[in-house]
């Protein structure tokens, strides 16, 4: 069971599940992720997101946002595919509607292996709605899905959408996991603290929670493990959305691991890799910040991190052979 192993254990059932850089892979294998926020107000957050998803080594990664934030995310690298479909409510059109303004992402998502809902969404009723919409259709066609900032509020306010789906992983801070858990009945101040997240991740239905904080719970109501890994001591906002662009990559190689891509064992199950995916994001994010806190000190912005994430892959993980022959 995971929540026996050692911590080098569990980095290595990570390295296990991350596909090697083969000849044979085309593009778009070894990932394709879109981040669905980005309001007028809120342009960074999914940029952080998606560039993680990027540096861990998604082939291809998808903002999906307001048309305001879409040009400025566009100025922030023109390796990120930009689309601004998303709406909120002020701006929609006269020949729109949140119908037509759904469907123009649900459109997307039978080519893409895993979304990102919530950094930089914010509160509007339409973005809301629109995601909300979005992520019962991703459900229908089995895509993974990644909750967290605003993303989590329609967990809380709408838990059926995330009830009982066992191929999404939500990563509320204190505050959020506070709401989450008021939402489902759950009195945080009452009960063993590392029980609370195996509590909420059984109220909705056996869904994967981190639980982010000194250290990360990681729990489907079954299991739990502890990421304890050191990281920085700056709290600088949108760390967590390099946690979320983390996590959609390896829920990318997940699938590549499933569907067999290349020559392995295939000893691991849907279920387990999950929570190796949750424990793997984990680990990086907070060796991410430990890098960039080293670097920076009390400077430290959450952009610093971005540049961390595939050195705190190669240091926690590392790099498989490249020779099919020597896996």
């Not at 499933?258 to 929570?275: F, G, P, S, V, Y």
Request: charged share 25%; aromatic share 6%; net charge neutral.
């Amino acid at each position: 069971m995971a929540a026996n192993l050692t911590r080098k254990e569990l980095l290595g059932k990570v390295y296990k599940m991350v596909p090697p850089m083969l000849e044979k892979f085309h593009k778009g294998q070894l990932g394709r992720v879109a981040v669905i926020g980005g309001s007028e107000d809120y342009t960074g957050a999914p940029y952080f997101s998606a560039m993680a998803s990027a540096r861990l080594g998604a082939d291809m990664s998808h903002v999906i946002c307001e048309p305001g934030a879409g040009a400025v995310i566009k100025t922030y690298s023109p390796n990120l595919m930009v689309h601004p479909y998303m709406r909120q409510q002020k701006n929609i059109g006269k020949d729109e509607s949140i119908d037509s303004v759904s469907q123009n992402i649900i459109a997307m998502l039978d080519r893409l292996h895993v979304i990102v809902v919530g950094p930089g969404l914010g509160r509007d009723p339409a973005m809301q709605e629109t995601c909300a919409r979005v992520i019962t259709e991703a459900k229908k066609k089995g895509v993974a899905f990644v909750l967290d900032a605003d993303g989590l509020y329609l967990a809380q306010t709408r838990p059926d959408l995330v009830q009982g789906y066992k191929n999404c992983i939500l990563t509320p801070n204190v505050v959020e996991f506070g709401r989450l858990a008021k939402s489902q009945n759950i009195n945080v101040d009452e009960g063993e603290k590392d029980k609370l997240c195996a509590k909420l991740a059984n109220a909705l239905g056996g869904v994967t929670i981190i639980q982010k904080g000194p250290v990360d719970y990681i729990s489907n109501g079954k299991e739990t493990l502890i990421c304890s890994g050191e990281g920085g001591l700056k709290r600088a906002g949108g760390q967590g959305d390099t946690l979320t662009g983390c996590l959609a990559t390896l829920l990318a190689y997940r699938m590549a691991y499933l569907d067999r891509l290349w020559d392995h064992e295939n000893d691991m199950n849907a279920d387990e890799l999950l929570a190796y995916v949750a424990y793997g994001g984990s680990a990086i994010t907070r060796e991410c910040s430990r890098l960039a806190f080293k670097e920076k000190g009390r400077s430290l912005q959450a952009a610093d991190l971005t540049d961390h994430v595939h050195g705190a892959f190669l240091d926690l993980i590392g790099e498989k052979p490249t020779d099919e022959s020597k896996l």
